[in-house]
């Protein structure tokens, strides 16, 4: 998990991590092997919900070693968007495949919110920071 010294709040649980940075950001990190259905997404979206009262945020996404979404789950993605606490997402990929997954969901799964797929997690945490409020407020106030 990049840049965890940055936590200033997380949540734990046996195949992700949700946290808090100090600059208001918030880190999912799926481990390794995870497989990412229905029943984790609906998981994971109650801890998003918990680590940020209900108020859409900024998120960055992160997966460990062989991790994979199913295509229930990708669908879903879409339908739940709008129950979701992030109003901007980036997701860093670390090689190839994850880039081309994430690239495709972008492409045939088109999000509401603003959505970009990044090699380096730094310019990840620099674009989610460039963002406008009228970019990103979903009728929400942005948790800092």
């Known amino acids: ?22 600059d208001g950001i918030y ?20 801890f998003y919900r918990q680590i940020t009262n209900n108020i859409d945020g900024l998120f960055i996404f992160e997966a460990g070693h062989m991790c994979n979404v199913t295509k229930q789950a990708r669908e879903n993605a879409i339908l739940i968007e709008d129950e979701v606490p992030v109003c901007a997402s ?17 492409r045939f799964n088109k999000p509401k919110q603003p959505y970009l797929v990044v090699t380096n997690f730094d310019e990840g945490i ?3 920071k460039s963002l406008k409020p009228h970019q990103i407020n979903r009728g929400g106030v942005l948790a800092k």
Do not use: C, G, P
Not at 27 to 41: C, F, G, P, S
Not at 90 to 106: D, E, G, H, R, T
């Open 1 to 22: 998990m990049n840049q965890s010294n940055h936590h200033i709040a997380r949540l734990e649980h046996d195949k992700f991590i949700v946290a808090k940075r100090d």
């Open 27 to 46: 880190h999912v990190y799926l481990k390794d092997r995870t497989v990412l259905d229905l029943a984790l997404q609906k998981e994971m979206l109650d």
């Open 90 to 106: 980036v997701v860093y990929v670390q090689n190839l495949v994850y880039k081309m997954i994430a690239n495709f969901f972008n």
């Open 126 to 128: 620099k674009w989610l």
